[in-house]
Each structure stands twice: as C-alpha cells, then as structure tokens.
C-alpha cells in the first residue's frame, strides 16, 4: 500500500518523532479516530499515538463502509506494514479488539507482530452470541447506540449527521455481528483484556476466554462500570498502557 493509501487509515494527532515506541487506537463499531484524542494527547510524550480511521466517517464520509471483519483486517494491516518501524502495541475496544486480534494474526505471518495487544470491552474471538442489530431499522440501530453510551452525544441529537453515518455504523454492526473467529485462532503476542464489571456486551467469563487465544503472556483488568467504562475511567486505563509503554 502507498504511503497516501496507508494515510488514509491513521491519523496522529499529537506526532512524537523521537518515541521509540507506537500505539495503534482500534474504534469500536459506530467509532472514529477521535475518539482517542485523549488516548494520543495524554501518552504522546512516551510513544507515537496514532488512531485508525475505519470508511465511512467524517473525512471518510463519501467511501463505503466495510462489512467483513476479515476484509477491514487485511485492509488495516496493508497500511499498518509501512509503519512498523517502531515496536508496535495494539488497543482496541469492543469492534476494534477484535480488528486488533485479527490484525495482529495477519501482521505476525510476515514478522512484524505486535509486542502486545490490549483488548478491551469485547468478548473472545470464540464466544459468540445472536446479535442482529445490523438487521434492524434506522430508528433500532439509534436505539442500539443510546443504550451502550458511546456516541457523541452531539451527533445524536443532530438527525441530519446521524442519518448520514447511519450506513457506515450498519457496516460495522454487520461485521462484528457476522464475525467468527477461525477455530483454535491464536496469536503470539501478549494479550491484556480489560472489561467493565457490569458491561451487558462481555462478561468476565466471556472475556477471560480471550487467554487460549495468546501463546504469550495473559492478563485481565476488571474496571467498574459498563460497556464504556473507559470514557469515565480514562485515566486509570491510559495508566495501564503508560505503564505498558515505558516499561
């Protein structure tokens, strides 16, 4: 993939041309790169943040969304192949942990696996459950984003926006929703879960089973809260991975 190409995927808010390591920010379904605007302002002096940026939302409006975990992964790790040139650690949250996972699988068969991988509010790759949210109307897609609290409250209440990034976040509503991990899918990488006690998408057993997936290392971090416990307890998780970052 050419550099243009691959920059239409990452965005760096805070650039950190002397850090020695990257972090890679995986948006959840319906998520854009600023979401980790925090993430990248609050740990830009110990690595290089930088945020993916799925199709289909805000300066990639016009373009498609894609509906196919498998087909965002090959495409994310294409972009993510020129940039390896420092240590990378992935963090993803719900959607986005899975893209990690599975990105991490494609970037570790040419050499260039992650030295860790933090998945976050999302159950194992090979515990499923029914989910149909991609099939309901508009107004049940809506009622989906209210009740997990991780939308831009701006854009919900602005019927114009949201009509029109409705397509993409049914995109990702049907890739997450139609995933399913290859049997025995493993990575070498260190995985690191954390999980809101009371989050209605993961249980703690759920997310537990991430650790026959790693053949490396295993931990988990149980916060309080929901399925975006990280929006209020934002600090605690950026110390996690600060800690991570210059350990």
């Not at 948006?27 to 980790?36: K, R, V």
């Not at 192949?81 to 963090?91: E, I, K, M, N």
């Not at 989910?131 to 897609?141: A, Y």
Request: charged share 25%; with cysteine; glycine share 8%.
């Amino acid at each position: 993939m050419t550099t243009a190409a691959a920059d239409l995927w990452l965005r760096s808010y805070h650039p950190a041309p002397g850090a020695t390591r990257r972090l890679v920010c995986f948006p959840h379904a319906g998520g854009s790169a600023s979401f980790y605007f925090p993430v990248s302002a609050a740990l830009s002096q110990v690595a290089d943040v930088v945020a993916l940026q799925y199709p289909g939302r805000q300066d990639r409006h016009t373009e498609k969304g894609v509906e196919t975990v498998a087909e965002l992964a090959d495409r994310i790790a294409d972009a993510l192949r020129g940039h390896t040139d420092l240590p990378l650690t992935f963090f993803g949250h719900s959607m986005g942990a899975v893209l990690a996972f599975e990105v991490a699988r494609r970037l570790e068969r040419t050499g260039q696996a992650p030295a860790h991988v933090f998945a976050s509010g999302r159950r194992a790759p090979s515990r499923h459950r029914p989910e149909n949210v991609h099939r309901r109307d508009d107004d049940g897609v809506i009622a989906e984003m209210r009740k997990l609290s991780g939308t831009d409250p701006r854009i919900l209440g602005d019927d114009e926006v949201l009509r029109m990034v409705l397509p993409a976040i049914r995109s990702d509503y049907t890739a997450i929703e139609t995933y399913r991990a290859e049997p025995g899918a493993q990575i070498g990488s260190p995985i690191t879960v954390l999980v809101g006690d009371d989050d209605p998408r993961t249980t703690l057993d759920e997310a537990r089973a991430w650790e026959p997936h790693t053949l490396g290392a295993f931990d988990m971090k149980v916060f309080p809260g929901g399925h975006f416990y990280l929006t209020d307890h934002a600090q605690d998780v950026i110390a996690v991975l600060k800690e991570h970052l210059t350990s």
